[in-house]
C-alpha cells in the first residue's frame, strides 16, 4: 500500500503529484551527485491544494509530503517516490518527521506571530530528510496580515523547502499567494470510493460503511467519524428528527436551543479531551511544584493557554453547529428529489418515511426556501452573528417554508 492509496478518487491529481514527486527526487539526486539539473521539471517550490469538504485536501498534501521524503529503495530504482513503509513515508504521514511540518488549527483565525514562526523555519535547510515540507491545512484561516508573511516567504523559497497550501477554494486565499503556487483541484469522492476505502483501510463493516458514505455524499472524514463514533450518530439522528418538529413558534424556539445546545456540549466534550492533558503538560514543562503550585513569572503563559483554548472551544462549537446545519441541507435536498421524482439516490433513506411525508406535504418551491434560509443561517454564523438568534431565524423559516 503506497501513500497514493489514501487518495480516494483523485486519480488525475495523483498522477500529478506522482510525477512532480519523481522530478523533486531527480533534483535532489542530481544536487547531492553534482550533476546538471534536469531541464524541464514538474516539480515546484509551492502548491495550493482546493476542493470541497471531505474531498481529501489535507490527506493529499500528507500523501505528496510523504513522497517527497521517501527513502525507498526502489524509488533510487525508477520507482515512484511514496512507497508508504519507509522510515520516510511512515514518520511523514504520522506527523514525526523531523523536515515536515503539518500546521492546522482549531481556532478561527491563523495569526502574524504563529505565521512568522513558520517563515523562520522555511529558511532552514532539512535536517534528516530530502525537502523542508511546510504543509498548511487551514490556509483559509490566515489573517490578511498574516498572508502578507506568508507571501514573502512564498516569493523567495529557500531552495530545498516546499510550501504545500490546503483551502476549499481560491478565492478563500490572497490573490497574491495563489498567484506563486501551483493550483490543484480535488473533487467530492464518489460513495462508493468511499465506502471502500473505509473497508479496505479501516475495517469498517460493508453495509455500515455504505451507509455512512451515503448519509455523508462522499465526505471521507464525516463518514469514518460516523461509522466509529456512536455520539456523532445520536447527534446526527436527533439533528434529522428537526424537521418534523417545527410545528409552531414555541416549537420553532424550542428546537433552535436545542441544536445550540447539543453543539455546546460536543464542544464541551472536546474540551474536556485534550485541555486537561495540554494543562497538566503545560505545568509540567513550566516546573509546577507540589500541589500544582506555579513558578513566578509564567501567569502570562498559563493565561495565553487558557485563552487559546476558549478560542479553541468557540470554533469546536461553531464546527459542530456547520455540521448540524449541512444534515439538515441534505434531509430537505432528499426532500426536493422526491418532489421531483428524480433517480437521485438520497443520502437519508433511514428517514424515508418522513420524507415522503414532507414531500407530500409541500411544493418543490417552499422546500428550496427552507434550503435557502439554512444557507442564510450559515452565512450569518460566519458573520458572527449571535448563534442562538441565526438558529432561531433559520428553524421559523422552515416552520413558515
Request: glycine content about 8%; some cysteine; hydrophobic content about 45%.
Amino acid at each position: 500500500m503506497t501513500v497514493w492509496d489514501d487518495l480516494v478518487g483523485q486519480e488525475k491529481v495523483s498522477g500529478q503529484l506522482e510525477a512532480a514527486a519523481r522530478d523533486a527526487d531527480a533534483l535532489v539526486t542530481a544536487v547531492a551527485a553534482d550533476t546538471p539539473l534536469p531541464e524541464a521539471s514538474k516539480m515546484t517550490h509551492a502548491w495550493l491544494f482546493t476542493g470541497p469538504p471531505g474531498s481529501g485536501r489535507s490527506t493529499t498534501a500528507r500523501a505528496f509530503a510523504a513522497a517527497l521524503q521517501c527513502t525507498s529503495p526502489d524509488r533510487a530504482l525508477g520507482g515512484i517516490p511514496g512507497c508508504g513503509f519507509c522510515d520516510g513515508c511512515h514518520t511523514s504521514l504520522i506527523g514525526t518527521h523531523a523536515d515536515v511540518q503539518i500546521i492546522r488549527t482549531d481556532l478561527l483565525s491563523i495569526g502574524v506571530k504563529e505565521t512568522r514562526d513558520l517563515v523562520r523555519r522555511a529558511q532552514l535547510s532539512p535536517a534528516v530528510g530530502r525537502w523542508q515540507v511546510i504543509v498548511m491545512e487551514d490556509a483559509d484561516r490566515l489573517t490578511e496580515g498574516a498572508g502578507n508573511v506568508l507571501l514573502k516567504a512564498v516569493e523567495e523559497p529557500a531552495p530545498r523547502t516546499v510550501w504545500l497550501l490546503c483551502a476549499p477554494s481560491l478565492e478563500d486565499v490572497l490573490p497574491t499567494i495563489r498567484s506563486r503556487c501551483r493550483h490543484l483541484t480535488l473533487r467530492t469522492p464518489s460513495v462508493a470510493a468511499v465506502a471502500d476505502v473505509l473497508v479496505r483501510r479501516d475495517g469498517i463493516e460493508p453495509d455500515i460503511a455504505a451507509a455512512v458514505a451515503r448519509a455523508t455524499q462522499g465526505h471521507i472524514g464525516r463518514a469514518r467519524r460516523l461509522a466509529t463514533d456512536e455520539r456523532a450518530r445520536a447527534r446526527r439522528a436527533a439533528v434529522l428528527k428537526l424537521p418534523l418538529r417545527v410545528d409552531d413558534v414555541g416549537a420553532c424556539l424550542k428546537a433552535a436551543q436545542e441544536l445550540i445546545d447539543a453543539a455546546s456540549e460536543d464542544a464541551k466534550q472536546v474540551a474536556e479531551e485534550g485541555d486537561v492533558k495540554e494543562t497538566e503538560d503545560m505545568k509540567a514543562a513550566l516546573g509546577a511544584g507540589p500541589g500544582g503550585r506555579m513558578p513566578r513569572g509564567t501567569a502570562g503563559v498559563m493565561k495565553e493557554l487558557e485563552d487559546k483554548q476558549k478560542r479553541r472551544k468557540t470554533r469546536t462549537q461553531r464546527d459542530s453547529l456547520d455540521l448540524a446545519l449541512i444534515d439538515l441541507t441534505a434531509f430537505y435536498r432528499d426532500v426536493l428529489a422526491l418532489q421531483f421524482g428524480t433517480d437521485l439516490a438520497l443520502a437519508n433513506t433511514e428517514m424515508q418515511d418522513a420524507l415522503d411525508r414532507l414531500a407530500r406535504g409541500s411544493s418543490p418551491e417552499a422546500t428550496l426556501r427552507r434550503i435557502e434560509a439554512i444557507a442564510a443561517c450559515r452565512e450569518a454564523l460566519d458573520r458572527n452573528v449571535a448563534p442562538l438568534l441565526a438558529v432561531e431565524a433559520m428553524t421559523m423559516a422552515l416552520r413558515a417554508g
